[in-house]
């Protein structure tokens, strides 16, 4: 049964509350003034320390080996071998990692002729997929257009 002076029923309260949309003085339990924002910016010149893992041995992991391919940084001279980030060889733990199936069909249809092997310390310094992902996907360089 409805109870009288409340429509609709679903509304709590009681009823006759006054409400105002109008744009008034607002009033506020502290005092508040006009103030200003200061933003700071901080620059991180070498983020490759924030993702890579101290000491890692990534022996017995995967990662995915291209045919040689620049560097896309302005002026950088590096050329990789293999999947990187941040002149890093990318590894998965997993051989059928999706993540890592995923990157080798990228290569694939870039024409990069990918092969996913067994990660080596002898081909070069590595970092963990998943360690660069946590870090927000540091990158060298990005390549102008």
Request: aromatic share 22%; net charge positive; with cysteine.
């Given at each position: 049964?409805?109870?009288?002076g409340r429509s609709p029923s679903a509304c709590p309260g009681p009823a006759g509350l006054p409400f105002s949309f109008d744009p008034g003085p607002r009033r506020y339990l502290v005092r508040v003034e006009q103030g200003q924002i200061t933003a700071e910016h901080t620059v991180i010149e070498e983020t490759e320390e924030l993702w890579q893992e101290e000491g890692a041995d990534h022996l017995g992991w995967f990662c995915v080996r291209t045919d040689p391919f620049p560097c896309p940084a302005s002026?950088?001279?590096?050329v990789a071998d293999?999947?990187?980030a941040a002149h890093l060889i990318l590894v998965w733990?997993?051989?059928d990692d999706p993540n890592l199936l995923r990157h080798a069909a990228r290569a694939r249809d870039v024409g990069r002729n990918p092969r996913v092997t067994g990660y080596r310390s002898e081909f070069g310094p590595s970092a963990s997929y998943?360690?660069?992902?946590?870090a927000g996907r540091p990158v060298h360089g990005v390549k102008q257009a």
């Open positions: 049964m409805r109870k009288a002026g950088c001279t590096f293999f999947m990187t733990q997993e051989l998943y360690a660069w992902i946590a």
